[in-house]
């Protein structure tokens, strides 16, 4: 599975597939997409860094994808 959307497949995403639903970023509709925003994560602005690492770990667990970042895991218990 490709980690890349066209602009017509993530405009077709609804909300709440995304780790940042209000931005629209960080799309995670499969499990490809949960390990891609896992590798995008140090690009997240700092302070909407906590509310995506939730978002991945919660996704995660739906598509059994085991994070490896201790950093996400780090960010997702604040």
């Known amino acids: 599975m490709d980690d890349r959307l066209s602009y017509e497949e993530k405009h ?3 909300d709440d597939v995304f780790g940042l639903p ?3 970023e960080y799309p995670m509709p499969d ?3 949960v390990r891609a925003a896992e590798a995008y994560f140090r ?4 302070d909407l860094k906590p509310r995506l690492a939730k978002a991945i770990m919660h996704r995660a667990a739906q598509y059994g994808v ?3 970042s201790p950093t996400i895991e780090q960010y997702a218990s604040m």
């Open 12 to 14: 077709e995403l609804p």
């Open 22 to 24: 209000e931005r629209r």
């Open 31 to 33: 499990a490809a997409h």
């Open 43 to 46: 690009y997240c602005p700092e």
């Open 66 to 68: 085991d994070v490896k």
